[in-house]
């Protein structure tokens, strides 16, 4: 395996669903020579495009799960992360979008910018991803390359210039014009594999001379020396422009677009070239993790392999021969045979196999230096877990997961449903942290929890497709939550003491609503009013009462409970007597204490055409949504609102339609509130009404 | 402190009459914060001034704060808008160069330390009670225009979203052509029926102009009820009057305290 970093390219592909990504994928693999034959997404052969490993995948034509490949071009390892492309599965995207170093956006040059290039795009931007466009489909009719960069512009705000025209257009596409190196290519041979190199035609050459002065123009920007040529009239290298254009690019400061048809074998040649003459190496990109020894404040990773180790687990896939663990590694090297730790679970692990993916079929390696993707085999862990070398104390990602807002009941169909259910409940908790399943114990459901409503419909999906297991899943609800409002005195005697053993024990003391913690105990008890060894079991008795309020049974938080009398009985008091009287102690603080119901608020950000913007608002303030602020960002704004959970079922159904599908969200947890006096009722009859059928 | 002055400072138009029928209902938890609300509002000195301004800025007035770079404006405006969010009116900040995000955090900082100075716990909650008084718009500077604004504000008005009552706007460029677009902000702003507060940037170099007014105002003047100025002097930041607010002696000196940027009263 080579070490020279400067030769690795870390890339993503993105693209709007359709737009050929996994073809263009595919014929990449097919010229760095690491397939041998060209299948289809949708093709007729049945084996499906390479990179596609899942069933899901095949079906549908899209791609789900990024599976990392890797190839080779003109000496430099490409390690291709297949992103996802359709909107749903944004916490996979954003997932590998970390690991990148640079990225290429793929466009239909007859779709154009599509609202999901939109949504890619600043995921990009978010992620500080450097990219370079490539206008697919230059063969279909329609297809208007021009457009596109004029769109590249004005919808998402890039600085796009063309690097290559297009000759013939539609049926007629032939090749493309290089304006840098000013010749035509042309792609011959049943599969395009060689490239023919000429000079540019007649008809052609006052269009290319037109738009290699832009080129350079934008170019100039970037470096003092070709500003300097141009100046002085001379003859402007190769060399010279694209090492300007490198660094725009890198800077995310100018966007290189390239043309081309995956389909017909055209362009994917000189795209390979632009991904190793144009995209960072992986020690030019900056790289951050959090210091857990300092509050999680940011730690810049030099890409050299001879430090401490570190890590990022991006991605787990069940294999044939176990768990295969997909790491990026920043920092230092992952060797076979090392010891390494878990920086979540603090758990130290021997490194086994180390192996380098092309889709569904690996290649055994010694190590994984700084900058390099590859797999590990037999590694307990989880998506998104750090690996670090002994002695350090750094992670990739904050270890802040929050609590799951939502909920779905599960029930699968048959046994074997049942068995592979929970085979695939036990992968999806390890890879989504935010993702949880447990067991109702009342209606013995399988509940899982997550953080919105598509998140679930996923899974469920996935759970079908992958696995096998069919689920009917019940309505999904909302964790609500309950609390108190005031401060409430208690007196409560447990006393039963009529044949057999007899239980007794007094509790006094009051409740009041805290903001510190969910549940804090204090006990002020003195002269022994309750003896030591009870105390403990009242503590037990009153957090037996937090799983299930009883104002709606909903989890009760922010309570906080002070003991300070009791009276006992020297035969008859026991542990047990204590926990019950603290049950009734609470029951009857927490009648008189104002308990409400509280209702996840969720952050929710709207990215939409300027157009809309009126139209996206009246959508959120239906919703009982507070509208907290509109971004104007010239073309697009965004919305930011905070909209309860309850509401926001159906939303992007109802988001894309009065949008002409141009308008994305993203939601978040962001905070727990009252629950308004006509809503409460409303889930009151709810609860009342699943407690029934239920019975 | 006049009759009338009480009257006003606890918000009601006329005595109270006892046994007044009444059929609005009084959450006591909401009662509480409307008291704590009323509190900061009342103890805090920028309150004196709102009296004043509310007197001087009429429907459709405008307010102006001038400084140099950095002194802070901004935050006197946040304060100003605070103190109106406090007594439940609501306000549409506009910012012409921070983000939504910013913008929030700015006023959340500003209110907390507002909060911490008169020892008020429940300033969480207090603050989710006040934050639907508050709508923030941003623009890229040369996106901003008048039509623009407008087309926002019918898209919130219309749908009764949210009603403006002041607006703030912060980082307009007070240039050779900005008569229009204020006088257009008037016109708008007396069919809103709000008044406007502007943050007004100042150069060092800049001379007065004869009537006493900052270069970059003294064109616009005339459209304006109310002009004050932040001056640095030693520690402390002076608010000046340039226009509208009478020197009387009932009416405090006011400064900034750098260290919070919260408004003071200098005795």
């Excluded at chain 1, 960072?280 to 509050?295: H, R, W």
Aim: with cysteine; hydrophobic share 40%.
């Amino acid at each position: 395996m080579k070490k020279d970093d400067q030769k690795v390219r870390n890339i993503g592909i993105s693209a709007h669903i359709d737009s050929g990504k996994t073809t263009l994928t595919e014929r990449i693999l097919f010229y760095t020579k690491r397939i041998h034959a060209i299948h289809d997404v949708k093709g007729k052969d049945g084996v499906g495009a390479t990179m596609d490993s899942m069933e899901l995948e095949k079906e549908r034509g899209i791609t789900i799960a990024s599976a990392a490949t890797f190839c080779e071009w003109q000496e430099h390892e490409i390690n291709i992360i297949d992103t996802p492309g359709h909107v749903d599965f944004t916490v996979e995207v954003e997932r590998s979008l970390r690991v990148l170093d640079g990225a290429v956006l793929v466009l239909c040059a007859v779709g154009g910018v599509q609202s999901q290039s939109i949504t890619v795009d600043l995921q990009m931007k978010r992620y500080n991803v450097p990219c370079i466009a490539f206008i697919n489909k230059c063969d279909r009719s329609g297809a208007d390359p021009d457009r596109v960069i004029t769109q590249l512009k004005s919808k998402l705000g890039h600085n796009a210039v063309a690097m290559q025209i297009p000759i013939g257009l539609e049926m007629d596409l032939m090749g493309v014009v290089d304006l840098v190196a000013m010749k035509a290519i042309y792609f011959d041979g049943e599969n395009g594999e060689n490239e023919r190199i000429e000079s540019i035609p007649e008809a052609l050459m006052p269009e290319a001379t037109a738009k290699r002065e832009k080129l350079i123009d934008a170019a100039s920007m970037f470096s003092d020396e070709l500003t300097e040529v141009i100046l002085e009239e001379q003859e402007i290298s190769e060399d010279l422009l694209v090492d300007a254009i490198r660094r725009g690019t890198i800077s995310r400061k100018i966007t290189p677009v390239f043309v081309g048809s995956a389909y017909k074998n055209k362009g994917v040649q000189p795209l390979l070239d632009a991904i190793t003459r144009l995209l960072p190496c992986p020690s030019e990109v900056k790289n951050e993790a959090l210091d857990m020894g300092n509050n999680e404040n940011p730690v810049i990773l030099p890409s050299d392999p001879e430090k401490p180790a570190v890590a990022l687990a991006f991605k787990l896939e069940d294999g044939a021969y176990g768990q295969l663990t997909y790491i990026r590694v920043y920092q230092g090297t992952i060797a076979r045979g090392s010891t390494i730790i878990n920086a979540r679970s603090g758990k130290k692990v021997k490194v086994g196999r180390v192996v380098r993916m092309h889709a569904d079929q690996m290649e055994d390696i010694d190590a994984i230096p700084a900058g390099y993707i590859g797999a590990l085999f037999g590694i307990e862990c989880a998506s998104g877990d750090t690996f670090v070398s002994p002695g350090i104390n750094l992670t990739m990602t904050s270890m802040f997961v929050p609590e799951p807002v939502i909920s779905l009941a599960i029930v699968p169909e048959d046994n074997k449903s049942q068995i592979n259910m929970s085979k695939a409940l036990g992968r999806f908790t390890k890879e989504d942290p935010t993702f949880k399943t447990f067991v109702d114990d009342e209606t013995k459901e399988t509940i899982i929890e997550g953080m919105g409503e598509l998140h679930l419909e996923v899974y469920v999906e996935r759970m079908r497709r992958e696995y096998g297991a069919v689920v009917t899943t019940g309505n999904p609800r909302v964790a609500y939550r309950e609390t108190i409002t005031r401060r409430a005195e208690f007196d409560y005697i447990h006393k039963k003491q009529t044949g057999g053993a007899g239980q007794y024990g007094r509790v006094a003391g009051h409740i009041e609503p805290t903001a510190e913690g969910d549940f804090i105990f204090e006990n002020r008890i003195t002269g022994g009013a309750i003896p030591t060894q009870f105390i403990a079991a009242c503590e037990k008795g009153f957090k037996s009462c937090l799983a299930k309020g009883p104002k709606m049974e909903f989890p009760v938080t922010g309570v906080k409970v002070t003991i300070n009398d009791g009276a006992f009985h020297s035969v008859d008091s026991s542990e047990m007597a204590f926990q019950a009287a603290a049950r009734g102690a609470f029951l009857q603080g927490y009648a008189k204490a104002k308990p409400v119901i509280h209702e996840p608020i969720m952050k929710v950000v709207v990215e939409t055409p300027t157009e809309f913007q009126g139209a996206v608002m009246g959508l959120l303030n239906q919703r009982r949504g507070m509208i907290l602020g509109a971004q104007d960002e010239g073309p697009m704004c965004v919305i930011e609102a905070q909209v309860p959970l309850a509401e926001m079922f159906g939303f992007s159904t109802v988001l894309r339609s009065s949008s002409q599908g141009q308008a994305q969200f993203t939601m978040e947890f962001a905070l727990y509130k009252l629950v308004p006096q006509s809503i409460a009722e409303e889930v009151a009859e709810n609860v009342a009404k699943q407690k029934k059928s239920a019975a | 402190m006049s009759n009338l002055r009480l009257l006003r400072s606890t918000g009601l138009s006329q005595p109270l009459s006892l046994f007044k029928k009444t059929t609005r209902i009084i959450n006591l938890k909401d009662r509480n914060f409307d008291m704590l609300k009323k509190d900061i509002f009342l103890k805090n000195p920028l309150s004196l001034l709102v009296h004043n301004i509310d007197d001087i800025v009429s429907e459709g007035g405008f307010g102006a704060v001038l400084s140099r770079a950095g002194v802070g404006k901004t935050a006197f405006l946040v304060q100003l808008a605070l103190n109106n969010m406090l007594r439940s009116k609501n306000v549409l900040h506009i910012s012409l160069s921070d983000s939504v995000d910013k913008v929030g955090l700015r006023y959340r900082e500003l209110f907390q330390d507002l909060a911490k100075q008169y020892d008020i716990e429940q300033t969480n909650e207090l603050w989710e009670t006040m934050l639907p008084y508050r709508f923030i718009m941003t623009f890229k500077v040369d996106g901003f225009s008048v039509p623009r604004l407008e087309e926002r504000l019918t898209d919130i008005t219309k749908q009764g979203i949210f009603h403006p009552r002041m607006i703030v706007i912060d980082g307009l460029h007070f240039d050779e052509s900005v008569r229009q677009p204020l006088a257009d902000l008037k016109a708008l702003a007396v069919e809103h029926s709000l008044h406007v507060w502007f943050s007004v940037h100042t150069h060092r170099h800049e001379e007065h102009s004869p009537n006493d007014m900052p270069t970059p105002l003294s064109d616009v003047a005339d459209l304006f009820d109310i002009a004050l100025q932040l001056q640095p002097e030693g520690k402390e930041i002076h608010i000046k009057t340039l226009k509208g607010m009478p020197e009387t002696s009932d009416y405090p000196a006011l400064s900034l305290d750098p260290s919070t940027m919260l408004i003071k009263d200098k005795n």
